[in-house]
């Protein structure tokens, strides 16, 4: 079956960086356009980057510069570096294939000093 699965959340300082990682599996990872989400507490879902197929990256404002999204298609893992991090990055991070409606559980990601 499908599943995706994060891990790398963490409770880390302002100006600090952390690294999420997605493995995937059950579906053909190397042709899906991935995503990474993400909700804030007391927020909906916000769109923060996207990596498709032939490996074009796209942002959002939010996050651009600091984030970066890429994949290794050999381990079937999607990964998000994260630099310079804000209190207001505190949110629960998903990992998606939106278009086929995979999702992972989520993983906590804190910035507090």
């Known amino acids: 079956q499908v599943q995706l699965v994060e891990s790398g959340g963490g409770l880390v300082q302002p100006g600090g960086s952390l690294r999420l990682s997605c493995e995937a599996s059950?579906?053909?990872?190397?042709?899906?356009?991935m995503y990474w989400v993400r909700q804030a507490p007391g927020k909906g879902l916000e769109w923060l980057s996207q990596?498709?197929?032939?490996?074009?990256?796209y942002y959002a404002d939010s996050v651009k510069g600091r984030f970066t999204i890429s994949r290794d298609s050999a381990k079937n893992t999607l990964y998000l570096e994260m630099n310079s991090l804000k209190s207001e990055d505190t949110a629960v991070y998903y990992c998606?294939?939106?278009?086929?409606?995979?999702w992972g559980q989520g993983t906590q990601v804190t910035v507090s000093s």
């Open positions: 998606a294939d939106i278009t086929m409606g995979y």
């Open positions: 059950g579906f053909l990872f190397s042709s899906a356009w």
């Open positions: 990596i498709m197929s032939g490996g074009h990256k």
